[in-house]
């Protein structure tokens, strides 16, 4: 530190003896320091909180507060306690000297004073207190930038996470999406050709029993190998069932379509512009492709899907990505009662699996409300203050990656502009809340 901030310090001197105040302020004026007075440790106290000297020489023998009492109370106070003291003694005290040290004092100067003693070590004292102002200084500004630069890290890092989430996303939308082409290429192909023939077929059918019904009114009397063969093929029974078995056939192909349909609307290759979107028609395309997983297994009986849809605009918005948001919270409440119902054995016949589906228009008027909530064992609160985070999962090593939640809510609030929450207490299920703006 340059001799400029040291020349415009401040000296406090304490001392209850007029003569060594006007010795010690003779001493040192020519140095242009300031100088304060105080005769006693009460003024003392008061002149270094109110002017924060740069330096306090103190007097140990003073009445009613001596110095040794002055010190600790300089010390002790947040305002004051970075104050050097230099005590000033008689040459003969050694123990107030060491005990005067002992309690926080830098230094001592001894009386009578000698000029050249006390102008060296008001000097080096005041280097060095300077020298320290700098170092704290140089250290905040280092630790302002450490914390500028950490938020700077930090704001990359989330940046390269977002990017990590987008690209996870889109390779498995776009691995998704070439899944579907080629099972709706494969599919299409014979269903097609099943579906231009069904109506021949049916026609076919119903005419060549209108034809035996009608053989059979004229000539009720046929030969007795006829008569055999139409009991051994149970002729009759035939032409009952077969209608049935034709619509049972339709019925048949039209859910083949249908589970098509559902896979191409679920995804729909709509990232780059936003499209005009059925909510209700996005979950009963997830419901569909996930009816597999519903039903009842040798470990538990049917998940039922309870709907309470409101009525419902369409909404502007990514619909392939959405039902991929509403395919990885249904596919979560659906592990999270098989989980329940495995530990839960001797309630398995009693208890009746839910996941209820409510849809609604929000008090705003201004986002669409989607409520997916499932009656399993809930989550603990540590649990579910993590679950959005990348990579953290609560299922066995091969089940779960971590990434489906975080996606979703990447989805629903960064590329929709909504909102998702989750609500669950522990034993009392989890309800997930999607919150999409209509416009």
Not at 202 to 216: A, C, V
Not at 221 to 247: C, F, R, T
Not at 343 to 357: A, F, K, Y
Request: proline share 3%; hydrophobic share 40%.
């Amino acid at each position: 530190m340059s001799m400029n901030n040291i020349k415009d310090a401040t000296i406090l001197i304490v001392d209850d003896n007029l003569n060594n105040l006007k010795v010690l302020c003779g001493a040192i004026a020519d140095y242009g320091w300031e100088i304060l007075v105080a005769t006693d440790g009460e003024t003392a106290l008061e002149q270094a909180e109110y002017a924060n000297p740069d330096l306090i020489l103190l007097d140990v023998m003073m009445p009613i507060v001596d110095g040794f009492e002055t010190c600790k109370n300089l010390k002790a106070n947040t305002a004051t306690h970075e104050i050097p003291v230099i005590f000033m003694t008689a040459l003969s005290d050694t123990v107030d000297k060491v005990k005067g040290l002992s309690i926080g004092a830098v230094d001592y100067i001894t009386k009578p004073f000698q000029t050249e003693e006390v102008l060296a070590r008001i000097n080096i004292h005041l280097k060095l207190r300077f020298l320290t102002k700098q170092l704290e200084e140089q250290k905040q500004d280092l630790e302002k930038r450490v914390l500028e630069r950490t938020a700077e890290l930090s704001n990359t890092l989330h940046e390269l996470q977002e990017s990590q989430l987008q690209l996870v996303q889109s390779e498995k939308m776009s691995t998704l999406g070439q899944l579907v082409a080629g099972v709706a290429h494969e599919v299409n192909n014979p269903l097609g050709f099943i579906s231009g023939n069904f109506s021949l077929i049916s026609q076919y059918t119903s005419d060549m029993i209108s034809h035996l019904k009608l053989y059979h009114k004229y000539y009720p009397n046929p030969a007795e190998e006829i008569l055999e063969d139409a009991e051994s093929i149970y002729l009759d029974d035939v032409i009952k069932e077969l209608p049935e078995i034709i619509g049972a056939i339709k019925l048949g192909t039209d859910r083949i379509r249908n589970i098509s349909n559902s896979l191409r609307n679920f995804s729909r290759s709509d990232t780059v512009n936003k499209v005009s979107f059925n909510v209700h028609e996005g979950i009963d395309s997830t419901l569909m492709i996930l009816k597999h997983r519903l039903k009842a297994n040798e470990k538990r009986p049917e998940i039922e899907v309870i709907k309470n849809y409101g009525e419902l605009p369409l909404i502007e918005c990514y619909s392939g990505q959405l039902n991929q948001v509403f395919m990885n919270i249904i596919s979560n409440a659906i592990d999270a009662l098989e989980e329940y119902t495995d530990s839960q054995v001797n309630e398995i016949d009693e208890r009746l699996n839910t996941i209820t589906i409510s849809t609604q228009i929000n008090s705003s008027q201004k986002f669409v409300s989607i409520s997916i909530k499932d009656n399993a064992s809930g989550m603990p609160e540590e649990v579910r203050n993590k679950i959005f985070e990348q990579f953290f999962t609560t299922k066995n090593v091969g089940k779960g990656t971590g990434l489906g939640l975080s996606i979703s809510k990447q989805i629903v609030e960064d590329k929709h502009q909504g909102k998702l929450s989750c609500f669950s207490q522990f034993g009392q299920g989890t309800e997930f809340l999607i919150e999409i703006p209509m416009q």
